[in-house]
């Protein structure tokens, strides 16, 4: 009888610390009734709350009640299957960001992992993520962890894909997937397409999953053995880390005012007022255009691909201003 007496406790101390997080303030008789006890027990029960370090306040007014703040040390957390398998995922992104923070979000992953029932844990185990920046954009965590699962399975993934451009029609798309990347605010999926023979990249809210997946596949090596660094060039247009389109200028402008708009472009003095710079792009004319940005004399010193993107780009202005003095 002890025994079986203990574990209501308990089994009610963490319906009661679920109810304190669930919102703000709880009026005693609201929580007593939510438990099936006396207003008595629920007093007992946040002492008990209390003495476990969590900081319960009473709350006063007419109906008084109880409200969970935030204390000076860490109690134990209750999180619900959700909120672990989010946790699970947070951490995972974590571990890879580069932010100082990877040893110690690690060991918070071990610590939830560690407690999570089998059927939960299997689900975050799964899970296989590579960061290359923060991610925003909302995404399906089902969809997350279903093409995670294929990763870790080698099995191939059919889906439909919709974008502005293209709306999704037609067969599905095959993909041996390999890699989950977040980068810039948006996951991608990073895959091998054995229709052309060549690697894919697609962007996961743009997926929709089919099922059954395909057959099961050997895994690869993405070009470079690295893939951020593979997707961050696909994203330039090459198949190496660099742009396709390299060239060299001087501004007319001080370091000061050119570095902050470089990104990743070398900015180097050659005197007070003016300023080296080597950029690049995925072609001539976008290279040309975005030095425009500095809105200064720009001399080109290299290559002659890039004075003739200028000439372009200063053909198309011209036109572009007579077009709007002369309306059709």
Request: with cysteine.
């Amino acid at each position: 009888m002890p025994v079986a007496s203990s574990t209501a406790t308990s089994g009610r101390l963490l319906s009661l610390l679920s109810l304190l997080q669930a919102r703000r303030d709880w009026p005693g008789a609201l929580l007593a009734g939510r438990l099936g006890v006396s207003e008595r027990t629920v007093r007992r029960d946040v002492d008990r709350l209390r003495e476990l370090g969590y900081p319960v306040q009473a709350v006063k007014g007419p109906d008084g009640g109880y409200r969970l703040e935030a204390g000076a040390r860490m109690p134990p957390l209750l999180f619900d299957e959700e909120q672990a398998v989010a946790l699970a995922v947070a951490l995972r992104i974590a571990v890879g960001t580069g932010a100082g923070i990877e040893e110690a979000a690690a060991r918070a992953l071990a610590t939830v992992r560690q407690v999570l029932p089998a059927r939960l844990r299997q689900r975050v185990d799964v899970l296989e993520i590579a960061a290359a920046g923060g991610a925003a954009v909302q995404v399906d965590p089902d969809t997350l962890l279903a093409l995670s699962s294929a990763i870790r399975a080698t099995e191939e993934v059919r889906f439909d894909y919709e974008s502005p451009s293209q709306p999704a029609a037609g067969r599905p798309r095959r993909v041996q997937p390999h890699h989950l990347v977040v980068r810039s605010g948006r996951w991608y999926l990073v895959g091998w397409s054995a229709e052309r023979a060549d690697w894919r990249t697609y962007r996961v809210d743009r997926m929709r999953l089919r099922v059954p997946n395909g057959p099961r596949f050997t895994p690869r090596e993405v070009p470079g053995d690295d893939v951020t660094t593979f997707l961050s060039a696909r994203f330039k247009g090459s198949d190496t880390d660099r742009w396709p389109c390299r060239g060299e200028v001087l501004l007319d402008r001080p370091i000061a005012e050119v570095a902050p708009f470089a990104g990743d472009a070398v900015a180097e003095e050659v005197t007070p007022e003016r300023t080296r710079l080597r950029s690049g792009s995925w072609s001539w004319p976008a290279l040309a255009a975005g030095l425009l940005r500095f809105e200064c004399e720009i001399e080109v010193v290299e290559p002659p691909e890039l004075r003739r993107a200028f000439a372009e780009l200063a053909a198309r202005a011209t036109k572009a201003s007579g077009n709007a003095d002369h309306p059709r």
